[in-house]
């Protein structure tokens, strides 16, 4: 059984930065892809920054400049560098990894701005 684990999250002030770290225990197969999501309650879950395979990136415009995502292939880690973060990038945020057919999710770790 696979399970994605999360770390990095935490209250911090505007202006100031995070890292979060994910690691997958156990093996993918053939992983596609690498990303990170955030949700707030009543609202969808929306991609932030994604990785494919051959390591191309993919940042949402809100957090472009500020954002960097890194992966470590052989220990199937994710990483999300957040600079420069602002009160609206409040929210739940969630490892993602797909593999040639399944999908898995970590359990998400808070992320707080205060103004």
């Known amino acids: 059984q696979v399970q994605l684990v999360e770390s990095g999250g935490g209250l911090v002030q505007a202006g100031g930065s995070l890292r979060l770290s994910c690691a997958a225990s156990?093996?993918?197969?053939?992983?596609?892809?690498m990303a990170w999501y955030r949700q707030n309650p009543g609202e969808q879950r929306y991609l932030v920054a994604s990785v494919l395979n051959d390591g191309t990136t993919y940042y949402a415009d809100s957090v472009k400049g500020r954002f960097t995502i890194s992966k470590e292939n052989r220990k199937i880690t994710v990483h999300l560098q957040m600079n420069s973060l602002k009160p609206e990038d409040t929210a739940v945020y969630y490892c993602?990894?797909?593999?040639?057919?399944?999908?898995?999710w970590g359990q998400g770790t808070q992320v707080t701005v205060s103004s």
């Open positions: 993602n990894v797909d593999g040639l057919i399944d999908r898995y």
């Open positions: 156990g093996s993918i197969w053939s992983i596609r892809v």
